[in-house]
């Protein structure tokens, strides 16, 4: 364990010196362990006979610089491996720092602040989980809003022990994440340092290693690099920040991030030991980690897991693994990655039973189903509590199963009795599987249009025997046997055990009659289309006849979807297809369509009824591939990042080739937003699409890969980037399906990439056994976590984009630089995102909306621009700016939404600060008139207007009058040159410098004029 520093004179004494480095040692007590001698026993003897607290650990680590004969001990194990794990970390972490500093005593505050940050992190985190004194944690939230200067609302999720790098000395302190910002706080050796820098600004995310750095965390923005290490445990803190910079690149992209933040809980007695927003957002992380895994519909909660064997029937043993329940599933994963995976739907099951436990087989628990399947666990470390749980859940379950009405479902928990096993009961039977399809989930438009039963494929596709069909006949029927044969050993439908067999099958090719129940399945849009019975028919029926923008483009693009297929040459399949793309469009308003999604539905239709296409793009769209089809095709862009990355790994030769031509940007995304389903014949890409839903992206990166790799020698020879295209273009037109049992349909991307020699054709199955083989070793894990870095560099590419766009539409006349601009824009945004993140009550603060231009996505109300003319503009003194501020907002809101954009806020501040000077009294005069003025201040106005002299075309008229008399009736008339023409006139005969402080007196020239309307000096003197 850690010990607070403490001063010992005499370190050899009764110790003897095992390991050593310039700065520590490493000592272990005499008389423990062999040897010893008489010295060693008689300690040995001493320390045998004290009482326990008395008792000395037998290892221990002391600090000492070389000039000093002053030792301070920094740690203390009972045991070797304790010690070690102490040793090795300070070897990794301070031996290169120290090196760093000029004097030794630097070298030993930093050790000793070191040290102290280390204990008071465990301490935090030893902390009992019952207690709910706010205690430490409490005083870490006070701390770093009193540092930092933040308002009650941010959230702090937890704080760190480590140091922050600054040139090449740590400066040992205290890191606050919290739910916007990252902050850093640091004393010592009378230096401070403060950061605070916004996880909306963060552009790099990285942890790493180098000679100059230990294992350290890097954050970068877009002016500025920053350092952290000696973490007591990185891995932990960097994944925290992950999680956070995950929800602000969430807030940039739709907004969304904010909505989860509202939602994180914040309890009224939060545990000293770790914040409630910390533990919610773990939970999410796994939450979101098993959604994945399994497929699960994304509203899906883990509820727990737990260790486990599961007795798989096809090979007869015991499988190590975990166990997941949430709330409509209980899902399996085995230690081995391909050994098997399971997923039993609630509703399925009918029995959970408790059998009797054994030696051979602890603790076992039995699970049925309505497909007469039965399901072994065992070895479970709290099987009572888990068979409450799965009852609780049951329990919750409707009594009815969605999509059939003729009997109510059953489940039974029982005890089973030692001599005995009860029978299964009998059940309702609902499919468990799309083997039938929709099983009743008809409504009323399946009697409008033959594809709400069936696949436009069976449709119009000629019905040949397979024995006329010859060898691809006879290939076709032994793939149907093949999977026959793995439903009869895994089971069928969502219970279904999926191994390494699975995958070898799924890779020989799917045949065509079962490819759209195994979509269905291996995508998880069965689960979401049986829980939903009569979503896809409302949504149709709601959005029939409804125009929008989404609408037109569906319009536009609907015949240009697979357009040489039959099934879309008429009619029919052009309806089916407008339902469907409507009906999502209609369902995510956010996405609404966007152009590729009419390729990928199309052969959607093909395999599946409409319902079946609409889930299958929802899984598609929602979670198979995220943020592929909004506005700016983000997650596209993203996996075309992790494929240049890649590249560089694999064919490093081809790499920088490719990055020249410009190659990547322009083919990844029509071959990821396709699934190759634009570039490849038909009946070869379906083959990569039976891959894609049971792998994911990892198999459309692989081939995409594999391609590359193929076409090596050629694209090295290349010259320009329509040359690679071409290449690129040839090779993929002649990746053949020779399996397929459909008519070959002509492939319009062959026309214009045609040549003199065609290539040699290659088969699909080829290329998808050499994408296994050399580019295996991606994993699904590994690809989240380049998806995470490359998610940084384009949201915040697409922000520096935004923000050049704004700037250029900005007049050139309005006199500030583009560096000025920029400035003043990255201000104003960061504005509105405080409001965000702070300012939910304020109803003018709508959230951004992605899909409006970019000069209309960052908007500003009243409280926040009364917040940057306080501490921008000129004008801005004394009681009634805020008064100012309020009239000059009204005057830029020209179309009277409460809101201004970044256009209209820099107008109103150039012309404070770069308008002559009529063009400022000109504005002052404005901000007296509506719709300047507010309702109440309209009416005022509207009286005073009344004293106002129309005719003052002369000076002198004003100068008798001021001689005639000093009444009562002098003083009122005076009020007439408040504001309007005279005032200007007055300025612009004078032509002298003329100072105008409105409430206290006005002067121009020797005239001088008191009023008391309002307090603001306009002009300097």
């Known amino acids: 364990m850690w010990l ?81 794990k102490h040793w090795e970390w300070l070897e990794n972490n301070l031996l290169q720092t120290l090196s ?93 340092v403060s950061l605070v820098v916004q996880w909306v600004d963060v552009t790099r995310l990285e942890k790493n290693a180098t000679l100059l750095f230990p294992e350290s965390i890097r954050v970068d923005t877009r ?6 290490s000696m973490f007591l445990n990185i891995s932990e803190t960097f994944k925290l920040m992950e999680q956070l910079a995950n929800l602000a690149m969430r807030q940039l992209l739709d907004s969304e991030g904010f909505l989860e933040d509202k939602a994180l809980p914040r309890p009224p007695r939060p545990h000293s030991n770790i914040s409630a927003l910390k533990r919610d957002l773990d939970a999410r992380a796994k939450n979101e980690c098993y959604c994945a895994t399994f497929r699960l519909p994304g509203d899906e909660r883990l509820d727990g897991h737990t260790g486990c064997t599961l007795w798989t029937p096809f090979n007869k043993l015991h499988i190590p693994g975990q166990m997941f329940i949430s709330s409509n599933y209980i899902c399996f994963a085995s230690k081995e990655e391909d050994a098997c995976h399971l997923i039993i739907p609630l509703r399925e099951v009918t029995i959970v039973e408790k059998a009797d436990s054994s030696s051979v087989l602890p603790s076992p628990l039995s699970i049925s189903t309505k497909s007469k399947m039965t399901f072994l666990f065992a070895n479970l470390k709290d099987r009572d509590f888990l068979v409450q749980r799965i009852s609780d859940f049951l329990q919750k379950m409707p009594s009815k199963p969605p999509g059939n009405s003729r009997a109510g479902r059953k489940a039974s928990i029982v005890d089973s009795a ?9 059940v309702s039977e609902q499919p468990a599987s799309p083997t039938s399809p929709l099983g009743g989930l008809q409504g009323s438009h399946a009697r409008e249009a033959p594809t ?29 046997e093949s999977w026959h044969i793995h439903f009869f050993e895994y089971g069928r439908g969502m219970c279904m055990y999926r191994t390494a067999r699975t995958r070898e099958l799924v890779l020989k090719g799917i045949p065509e009659s079962l490819r759209g129940e195994l979509w269905l399945l291996f995508s998880g849009a069965w689960n979401e289309m049986v829980t939903h019975p009569g979503y896809y028919a409302e949504l149709v029926e709601k959005s029939t006849g409804k125009y929008s923008l989404a609408t037109e483009e569906i319009e536009r693009d609907l015949h240009r979807s697979m357009p040489e297929h039959p099934a879309f040459q008429n009619e029919l399949g052009i309806a089916a297809l407008r339902r469907v793309l409507t009906a999502y469009a209609f369902r995510n308003p956010t996405i609404g369509y966007c152009q590729a999604m009419n390729i990928v539905t199309s052969v959607l239709l093909l395999y599946g009824s409409e319902e079946e296409a609409f889930w299958l793009l929802v899984a598609l769209c929602e979670r198979m591939l995220p943020d592929y089809y909004n506005t700016r095709v983000v997650g596209a862009l993203v996996d075309q990042g992790i494929f240049e990355e890649l590249t560089r790994d694999f064919l490093p030769q081809l790499s920088e080739k490719m990055q020249d031509l410009g190659v990547i940007p322009s083919i990844s995304l029509s071959w990821f937003l396709t699934l190759f389903l634009s570039v490849m014949p038909f009946e070869s890409a379906a083959v990569i699409v039976d891959c894609f839903f049971y792998e994911g992206i990892k198999v459309i990166l692989q081939v995409a890969l594999a391609i590359l790799d193929a076409n090596m020698e050629q694209l090295l020879g290349c010259s320009d980037e329509g040359e690679a295209m071409t290449v690129l273009g040839r090779y993929l037109d002649n990746v053949v399906n020779k399996q397929s049992v459909s008519p070959p349909i002509p492939h319009l991307h062959a026309l214009l990439t045609s040549g003199d020699d065609p290539p ?94 970019y000069l209309e996505q960052y908007r500003i109300d009243t409280n926040q621009f009364q917040e940057l003319f306080a501490s921008l503009t000129p004008w801005a003194c004394g009681s009634h700016t805020s008064v100012l501020a309020g009239r000059m907002f009204r005057l830029l809101d020209e179309n009277k939404d409460s809101l201004i954009n970044f256009k209209e806020f820099v107008t109103g501040i150039s012309r404070m600060y770069h308008g002559d000077l009529t063009e400022k009294l000109k504005v002052l005069y404005k901000l007296h008139l509506p719709p300047a003025l507010s309702p109440e201040e309209a009416e005022s106005a509207l009286e005073a207007t009344h004293y106002f002299t129309e005719n003052s075309s002369s000076e002198e008229a004003l100068q008798q009058e001021e001689q005639e008399g000093a009444g009562n009736d002098i003083q009122e008339k005076r009020r007439g040159v408040y504001i309007g023409q005279h005032l200007l006139m007055l300025v612009e005969r004078r032509r002298e410098p003329a100072l105008l402080t409105i409430g206290t007196t006005f002067e121009c020239g020797p005239r001088r004029k008191r009023f008391r309307r309002r307090r603001l000096r306009i002009f300097p003197r």
């Not at 008689?42 to 290892?59: F, H, K, N, Q, W």
């Not at 030692?418 to 009998?426: D, V």
């Open 418 to 426: 030692p001599e005995s096993s009860p029978a299964p009961q009998e």
């Open 760 to 853: 040699e054709e290659v088969d699909i199955f080829d290329l998808l056994k050499v994408s296994y083989e050399k580019f295996s070793s991606l994993r699904a894990e590994d690809i989240e976590q380049m998806r995470f870095k490359q998610r940084l560099k384009v949201i915040q590419s697409l922000e520096d984009t935004a923000k050049r766009s704004v700037v250029r539409a900005i007049p050139g006349d309005i006199g500030f630089s583009i560096e000025e601009l920029e400035d003043l824009y990255m201000v104003f945004k960061a504005k509105q995102l405080a409001s965000q993140y702070w300012g939910s009550s304020r109803p003018a603060a709508v959230r951004r909306d992605p899909s409006l231009p």
């Open 4 to 84: 607070g520093p403490e001063e010992v004179l005499v370190a050899n004494a009764l110790w003897v010196t095992e390991r050593a480095n310039p700065f520590f040692v490493l000592q272990r007590r005499r008389g423990h362990g062999k040897g010893g001698g008489l010295t060693g026993l008689l300690v040995g003897t001493l320390d045998v006979v004290l009482d326990s607290s008395a008792r000395v650990a037998p290892y221990r680590i002391l600090h000492q610089t070389q000039d000093s004969q002053v030792y301070w001990t920094v740690a203390c194990g009972s045991s070797r491996k304790e010690i070690t």
């Open 223 to 228: 002016d500025q690099e920053l350092f952290f």
């Open 452 to 480: 709400a039963s069936q696949g436009l494929l069976k449709l119009f596709q000629r019905n040949t025997p397979m024995e006329d069909l010859g060898a691809k006949g006879a290939k076709e029927k032994m793939k149907e």
């Open 100 to 192: 760093i500093f000029d004097t030794e005593e630097d070298i030993t505050t930093f050790v000793k602040g070191k040290i102290h940050g280390i204990i008071a992190e465990e301490n935090k985190n030893l902390q009992p989980q019952g207690d709910e004194d706010p205690g430490k944690f409490k005083e870490a939230e006070l701390k770093m809003r009193k540092q930092f200067g933040m308002p009650e609302g941010e959230k702090l999720v937890n704080y760190y022990s480590c140091s922050y790098w600054k040139g090449r000395v740590p400066r040992q302190g205290w890191l606050y994440l919290t739910v916007n910002h990252l902050c850093f706080y640091s004393f010592l050796l009378g230096k401070e």
